[in-house]
């Protein structure tokens, strides 16, 4: 596609109950991340993925929070038993990352999460 | 290890006044650095990268910043401030992976 995309862009849901978060990244992007940003903060960066690579998973805050990758494409980011502080805009980044190239992140709009 | 500082959290200027925010960094190796900018309710756009190349890096908007090795340091300057230049910037650092610093609210004032 011609940027990075996520679902759902709004999601209200109930303490205790599971989301999953959807991103699909740019084509031929090697690289993504997940950030959580809380309201009037900064990125906090969750986990990120880098081709083949085992991912570096140091910013998930719990065990409740866990992503998948499928290779290159499409990658899931789930929070098991959803807590009040889970509240936040959860931002995905691609970027092509190859022959020694750290590229320009591009980023999705975003999936807000309100936990109730 | 890898980091990135942003040494101030809020900066506020008038109109029409130079900007600086600073930024200091961390890396083993020799790291691309990057700033982003993000207004308000709008995603992250990039504003300017340094990749090792000159080490004045022009970006969008009237914005630049200087690579100094010696210093550590990649701050984010504007010779004219606008209104417009409101929002949240955020300086990165790579290698392996991009990190982000706690960013800087920039306020512009009549």
């Known amino acids: 596609g011609a940027g990075v995309s996520q679902s759902p862009s709004n999601k209200v849901t109930e303490k205790g109950k599971d989301v999953e978060l959807r991103c699909d990244p740019i084509?031929?992007?090697?690289?993504l991340y997940w950030y959580r940003q809380r309201l009037g903060q900064g990125l906090e960066f969750l986990i990120y993925?880098?081709?083949?690579?085992?991912?570096?998973k140091s910013g998930l805050p719990s065990d409740r929070f866990s992503a998948e990758r499928t290779g290159e494409s499409v990658s899931t980011l789930t929070i098991q038993r959803t807590q009040q502080e889970d509240s936040a805009v959860y931002l995905c980044?691609?970027?092509?990352?190859?022959?020694?190239?750290?590229?320009?992140?591009?980023f999705g709009e975003g999936s807000r999460l309100t936990v109730l | 290890a890898q980091s990135v500082t942003q040494l101030d959290s809020h900066v506020s200027v008038s109109e029409g006044t130079p900007v600086l925010l600073r930024c200091n960094y961390s890396?083993?190796?020799?790291?691309?650095l990057f700033w982003y900018v993000q207004h308000p309710n709008k995603g992250l756009q990039l504003l300017l990268k340094?990749?090792?190349?000159?080490?004045l890096v022009k970006g969008i908007n009237g914005f630049e910043a200087e690579f100094k090795k010696s210093e550590t340091s990649f701050h984010l300057t504007k010779p004219s401030a606008h209104m417009s230049d409101a929002a949240e910037y955020f300086c990165?650092?790579?290698?392996?992976?991009?990190?982000f610093g706690t960013g800087t609210r920039l306020q512009v004032t009549l």
């Open positions: 980044a691609s970027s092509y990352v190859g022959g020694g190239n750290t590229g320009e992140l591009f």
């Open positions: 084509s031929g992007h090697t690289a």
């Open positions: 993925f880098q081709g083949n690579s085992a991912p570096d």
């Open positions: 890396s083993s190796y020799s790291p691309s």
């Open positions: 340094y990749t090792s190349a000159a080490t």
């Open positions: 990165v650092v790579s290698f392996p992976r991009l990190t």
